[in-house]
Nanobody, 124 residues
Framework: QVQLLESGGGLVQAGGSLRLSCTFS????????MAWFRQPPGKEREFLTL????????YYADSVEGRFTISRDNAKNTIYLQMASLKPEDTAVYYC?????????????????WGQGTQVTVSS
């Protein structure tokens, strides 16, 4: 069973930055693409960004393109989400997700494992 653990959330002022981390357990055989999603208050969970296994292919939702950067360090079993120029509308619970395989899906159903989420609050 793969376990994912997010960290790095918190309260930040608009215009500020945060870096989220997601560490996955050692039983990672077959883990390929990983992604970040978020769920704003009262809204559905939405796709933000994904990264392939080797880290050389990424994709971003329009809402975060140019402000957020995904990266991964397979030696540390960790992916990151560097968030800059944060806005109040970025307030949400942020989730990392892992897929068994190498597809580049942007839907929740493309991912097999999920973290418990970390809260990010951006004040105006």
């Amino acid at each position: 069973q793969v376990q994912l653990l997010e960290s790095g959330g918190g309260l930040v002022q608009a215009g500020g930055s945060l870096r989220l981390s997601c560490t996955f357990s050692t039983r990672t055989y077959g883990i390929g693409t990983m992604a970040w999603f978020r769920q704003p208050p009262g809204k559905e969970r939405e796709f933000l960004t994904l990264i392939n296994y080797s880290g050389d292919s990424t994709y971003y939702a329009d809402s975060v393109e140019g402000r957020f950067t995904i990266s991964r360090d397979n030696a540390k079993n960790t992916i990151y989400l560097q968030m800059a120029s944060l806005k109040p509308e970025d307030t949400a619970v942020y989730y990392c997700a892992a897929a068994l395989g190498y597809g580049l899906g942007q839907t929740q159903s493309a991912y097999n494992y999920w973290g418990q989420g970390t809260q990010v609050t951006v004040s105006s």
